[in-house]
């Protein structure tokens, strides 16, 4: 399955806002001379192939979708990553490594972190020490094709099969924190737990509709409906489902789990428009904590944020 991969990949590859109905649309001219010259090639490479066979341009169009490029391999570690327990398991053909802190007045409660698109553990040093003060031991992975881990392609489905996997092997996680694409597959994840009414779930900046990610991701590439009409029957045949039913918006109506959610109103990569229809649900499972001016991936930094997040998933559940 896709999800806030796509989004992201032009974001980030190309540097460039996501075409949205709130934004303006994604103008040429700005991009740089290589990047204008690697967009109009996919763009050609797709549609061409799309006249020959729209399903064989879905199927290339799915690749590059669950791709994340540009991948660092000159990565900090934070001086906390190194007293950490490392960890390491194998997910469908790829290893994926991990870390896990041990509090030292254990509250016998674990919480696991998962880290957004083109990001890794290392970010979210700050949560470490916080949440072992309180009594949790600590556990954080990276991604397929993230971090430190193995794998070239990400997506919800691996990414929420993944985390199931940590959670069967290093759990049980009472408390989820994802940030942006993990808030996604954290989600989806969450819903499949028999017992989650008894966990606790974080949302920070949640890729919330699949659906705009989806949109933004054909119009960037300019591919022709047929084309587009063969991606989303790839999707189907692969999942089983809508893209519709890849949504935060719909798993939160569906589950009435505790949830903390954290969205900026400047969030130009997961648009607050997304969230805007589910505050005003006025959900009594749901917390909101909305911020101005951090954007997406300032916001999991911040330390009002911070504080919020370890009170959220320290207080008793109610």
């Not at 802190?101 to 040093?125: Q, V």
């Not at 996604?184 to 900046?205: C, G, M, Y």
């Amino acid at each position: 399955m896709t999800n806030g991969a796509g989004f992201y990949w032009h974001l980030i590859f190309f540097h460039i806002p996501p075409y949205h109905p709130y934004l303006p649309i994604f103008a040429p001219m700005k991009m740089k001379f290589a990047q204008r010259i690697m967009l109009g090639y996919y763009k050609a490479k797709l549609n061409t192939l799309g006249m020959i066979s729209p399903r064989k341009a879905a199927e290339a169009a799915f690749d590059l979708f669950c791709t994340p490029y540009g991948r660092s391999r000159k990565l900090v570690v934070p001086p906390i990553f190194h007293k950490a327990e490392k960890l390491s398991f194998l997910h469908e053909g790829n290893k994926i490594n991990g870390f896990r802190w041990l509090p030292e007045n254990p509250n016998g409660k674990k919480l696991i972190i998962i880290h957004g698109f083109r990001s890794y553990s290392y970010k979210f040093e700050k949560y470490i020490l916080p949440f072992k003060k309180e009594g949790f031991e600590v556990l954080a992975f990276d991604a397929p094709a993230h971090g430190i881990s193995g794998g070239s392609k990400i997506n919800a489905l691996i990414y929420k099969r993944m985390l199931m996997e940590a959670d069967a092997l290093y759990g049980p996680f009472y408390g989820w924190m994802g940030h942006s694409l993990g808030g996604l597959a954290a989600s989806l994840a969450f819903e499949e737990l028999s017992d989650n009414q008894a966990r606790k779930l974080v949302l920070i900046a949640p890729a919330t509709e699949t659906e705009h990610a989806l949109q933004g991701f054909f119009n960037l590439l300019k591919m022709e409906e047929p084309i587009q009409d063969a991606f989303r029957q790839l999707l189907r045949e692969i999942t089983g489902k809508t893209v519709a039913h890849f949504s935060v918006s719909r798993m939160v109506n569906e589950n009435e789990v505790p949830i903390l959610w954290i969205h900026d109103r400047q969030d130009l990569i997961c648009p607050f428009e997304d969230v805007a229809p589910v505050i005003n649900q006025e959900l009594p499972h749901i917390k909101f904590l909305i911020t101005e001016h951090l954007g997406h991936s300032k916001v999991y930094k911040d330390n009002k944020v911070c504080k919020e997040i370890v009170g959220f998933l320290a207080a008793p559940l109610s």
